[in-house]
């Protein structure tokens, strides 16, 4: 959208099929939860945008797809035409197979849907007076920083008598946290989680999620009132009935240009692809860098060009927060931490939502229930 801002395709008209008016920004989530940010700080408006690109915007969720006529199938019913179709849908933590774990867990995404469970985690948490065991499943980049912004946001929020009644803890199935990180980068983390007392079972296969607990395979129940879910990312289920080539999780596969195996007309970008020249995180340092390869090959299939390649970068660079104004960093083996660190990685975020972050103006008018034919 902001590429078709700076130059819009004569006879393209771009549409949006999103249930969301506003996009928010998972990088900047750790810090809105340790308390550095504000909602609205972390927040794509996705209506000027619209407005300058000149998209359509549905506001609604894609639900199915039917390749043969060209159609994306909406939850609200709409079939929406299209010649090129791009899927950027991201995942979500992985809860199927744990009995309970939709019902008790948390999971951090959809963040739309997060933001406002935590809320309700927090009054629950301030409601009990006897104190709260908090639990994080997933000890992954995404589940310690977590629970990292989680222990900060507490602290802060709760007199030191208060803050001591309550018990963290981060469980994984991996037998060691970050485990897809380098030695020293891990160490360093699990210093700092030992140091402010959040606890690590590592080797633990959660096997069921209740309101007071959470089954281990071979273990002892762990006690748990507030449970948040942050393990090995899934597809949406619907993918497995579109006829798609998917990979054994269920994922969109995808060619070095970003373009769905077998399917012309089909591309897919961030966490819902499958790159099939090499297996990539689910990152979003990955991610961003698909988009502007997305824009030039959605634009030269159009102009019936041929398409470009996506190259990842060999080593990417991680920045991981610690709840405080502080991060640890790892690139290329290295290794390194500081409250510097913390301000290169709000520069860097706040710096690629100014991007976005265009002049505001009406945006209800890019807003519609397109008919059928809407392309």
Known sequence: MRSFARERPANVQLTLITRMDKTPYSGMLPGLIAGHYQPDDMQIDIGPLARLSGTRVVLTEAVGLDASVGQVLCRNGLRIRYDVVSFDIGSTPNTQGVPGAGAHAIPVKPIDGFLARFDDACGRISERRNGSRIVVVGGGAAGVELMLA???????????????????SI??????????FPRRFRARLRAILAGRGIG????????SVSSNGIGVEGSPAIPADEVFWTTEATAPGWLRETGLALDGRGFIEVEATLRARDQQAVFAAGDVAAFMPRALPKSGVFAVRQGPVLDRNLRRLLAGESLIDFRPQSEALYLLATGARHAVGTRNGLVFEGNWVWRFKNWLDTRFMSKYKLAAGPSASACVNAPSDAG
């Open 171 to 180: 469980i994984t199935g991996s037998a060691k946290i970050l485990p897809a």
């Open 200 to 207: 690590i079972v590592e080797g633990a296969r959660v096997t």
């Open 150 to 168: 989680i222990h900060h946001r507490f602290q802060t929020m709760f007199s030191r008598d208060r803050f001591e009644t309550l018990n963290f």
